[in-house]
C-alpha cells in the first residue's frame, strides 16, 4: 500500500506531498483508496460532503465502528499525517482477516475530505460539514488562493456541491470512531513507546492578519514617508514569539500574502496567517489578546490599518473518557500478554487538530498515536519506523477486534 500511495501528489523538488483538496491528486489518492476498498470486497460510498467510506457489513445497521484518517496534505508534507492512519486501517481489517474473527458490527474506512485546509484555509472541512460545524454558507464562503470557491472546485471535480451540509442520520449510525496518527511530537520517543493513546486536543484557531499601507516606489521613498506595512507585520511575528513564550503555548506566522508582491516596491497589503494553541483556553486568550494589542501598537505608529478575523476555532477537546479508558484497558491486555509487564500504555495530548476532534461532539471518538522519532510533522522530513507502524497496526486490529468482534 505504501509503495502505490507514495507517489500520488509528490512533489519532486522538495520530496514534500501537495495533496490538496479537489485537485488532480486528491482524485489519485480518492482513486486509491477506492482501490483498496473493492480489493477487499468492502462496498464503497462518497457522502454528500466528499468523504469517503468503505464498509465492511450494513451501513444503515447501527452501532458502526469506524476508523480511517485522511488522505490530503499540506504544502510539501510528509508522507504519514493522515495517510498512516488509513493505510493502518486497511491493513487492520487484514490482519483481523487473518485472525479469523467475525463481526458482530459494521466496520468502516473513512477517508475525510480536505482535512488539512491547505487549499481553502480552513481545517477539517469534511469532517466540520457532516457535524454540522460549518454550515453551507460558511463553506460557499470559502475561496483558494486564485479566488476558486469551495463549490467551484467541487463541481469541476465532479460532485454535487449543492447537496452539502450536516449529516446527523450518518453519525446516528456510528458507536465509535477510533483514528490512527503519526505523532506530531516527541513524547512516546522519550517515553520509550512504539504506541499511545489521546487525551485531549489542545484549543486552537487560525487568525487572518491584514496591514494596509501604502504602495510605493523602494528607490525613491525617503524612509519617514513610507507607510509600509511589512514593518509591522515582521514587528508582529516577534511578538507572537514572545507572547508564546510566555504563555507556555506556540503561536506561528507561517503563511503570508503580500500585494503588490514586486523586489522594488513597497507593500500596500501583507496579509498574514496567524496559528495558535495551547494546553488550555485561558493561555491561548493570552496569547492572541497580546499578539493583536502589540500589533495594533505597531500599525498605530507606522500609519498602517490593521483588520484582525478569526478564521477558525477549535475548544479543547476532552476525548471520550469510555472510549479511552477502553482503548487502556484493550491494549494493556495486550501488551501485559506479549510482555509480562503492567502493559500500561501512556497517554499523551496534542496541539494538533484532527477529524477525531470535530465528530468528538456528536459520536464517541479516541485516537492512537505512533511514535515519530524526530517529532518532525507537516515537513517531508516526518518519519515512523515500519516497526513502530506495525505496532500501530497491531494496536489498532486489538481496539477494532474488541470494539466490533466481541
Known sequence: MWRSLRPIGRNDASGGYRRYAWT????????????????????????????????????????????????????????????????????????????????????????????????????????????????????????????????????????????????????????????????????????????????????????????????????????????????????????????AELAGAVATFGKIAVEPNGVNAIPSLVRGWLDARAADQGALDAVVTGVETAARDYADRHGIDLTVVRESFTPVVDFSHALRDELSRILGDSAAGTTGTSGKVPVLGTGAGHDAGILSESIPTAMLFVRNPTGVSHSPAEFAAEDDCLAGVRALADVLEELACR
Not at 460539514?129 to 486564485?146: H, I, P, S
Not at 456541491?161 to 522519550?190: K, N, S, T
Not at 515582521?234 to 514572545?242: D, F, I, S
Open 24 to 243: 488532480g491528486a486528491d482524485a489519485d489518492c480518492r482513486l486509491w483508496f477506492r482501490m483498496q476498498a473493492e480489493a477487499r470486497r468492502l462496498d464503497v460510498e462518497t457522502d454528500r460532503n466528499g468523504n469517503q467510506w468503505a464498509w465492511l457489513g450494513d451501513p444503515t445497521a447501527g452501532d458502526a465502528v469506524v476508523t480511517g484518517s485522511h488522505l490530503d496534505s499540506v504544502p510539501d508534507g510528509g508522507a504519514f499525517d493522515g495517510p498512516l492512519g488509513v493505510v493502518s486501517s486497511f491493513a487492520a481489517l487484514d490482519e483481523l482477516r487473518a485472525r479469523g474473527v467475525s463481526f458482530r458490527r459494521p466496520l468502516a474506512i473513512v477517508n475525510f475530505g480536505d482535512e488539512e485546509g491547505a487549499r481553502f484555509g480552513l481545517a477539517c472541512v469534511g469532517s466540520r460539514l457532516t457535524a454540522g460545524r460549518l454550515t453551507k454558507e460558511q463553506a460557499y464562503e470559502l475561496r483558494d488562493g486564485d479566488g476558486i470557491s469551495l463549490p467551484q472546485a467541487m463541481e469541476a471535480a465532479g460532485y454535487d456541491p449543492e447537496a452539502i451540509g450536516p449529516d446527523p442520520e450518518r453519525l446516528a449510525r456510528i458507536g465509535a470512531f477510533v483514528e490512527l496518527h503519526v505523532e506530531q511530537g516527541r513524547a512516546l520517543d522519550l517515553s520509550g513507546d512504539a504506541v499511545g493513546i489521546a487525551s485531549s486536543i489542545w484549543p486552537h484557531g487560525r487568525w487572518r492578519y491584514d496591514f494596509a499601507g501604502e504602495a510605493n516606489h523602494a528607490g525613491t521613498t525617503r524612509l519617514v514617508d513610507r507607510r509600509d506595512p511589512m514593518l509591522t507585520y515582521a514587528e508582529t511575528v516577534l511578538a507572537a514569539r514572545r507572547e
